[in-house]
């Protein structure tokens, strides 16, 4: 059975910092690409970051030089750290897991962001 766990959400003040993780199980977490979603409230999922398994991330221009995505394969965990939070960084984070070379795309149960004074 596939699992995908997140943590580490919760309230920041604007400028604040999180570090979100998510913990994998159930799949062989080092042949898995991995990536961070959002969905704030009345609006689609959006993609935040990913990281490949061989490393290479991508980030969506919003967040980019403001979040990284970071992989631990030996724990099986991939981590999301958020620097200089917005307001609009508001919304449930949810961590996927998916191959290329075959159809498999696994969801977390998400993880509350909120920021606000």
């Known amino acids: 059975q596939v699992q995908l766990v997140e943590s580490g959400g919760g309230l920041v003040q604007p400028g604040g910092s999180l570090r979100l993780s998510c913990a994998a199980s159930?799949?062989?977490?080092?042949?898995?690409?991995m990536g961070w979603y959002r969905q704030a409230p009345g609006k689609q999922r959006e993609l935040v970051a990913t990281?490949?398994?061989?490393?290479?991330?991508n980030y969506v221009p919003s967040v980019k030089g403001r979040f990284m995505i970071s992989r631990d394969n030996a724990k099986n965990t991939v981590y999301l750290q958020m620097n200089s939070l917005k307001p609009e960084d508001t919304a449930v984070y949810y961590c996927?897991?998916?191959?290329?070379?075959?159809?498999?795309?696994?969801w977390g149960q998400g993880t509350q962001v909120t920021v606000s004074s």
């Open positions: 159930g799949i062989i977490f080092s042949l898995y690409n």
């Open positions: 996927n897991a998916y191959r290329v070379d075959r159809p498999a795309n696994y």
């Open positions: 990281i490949a398994n061989g490393g290479t991330t």
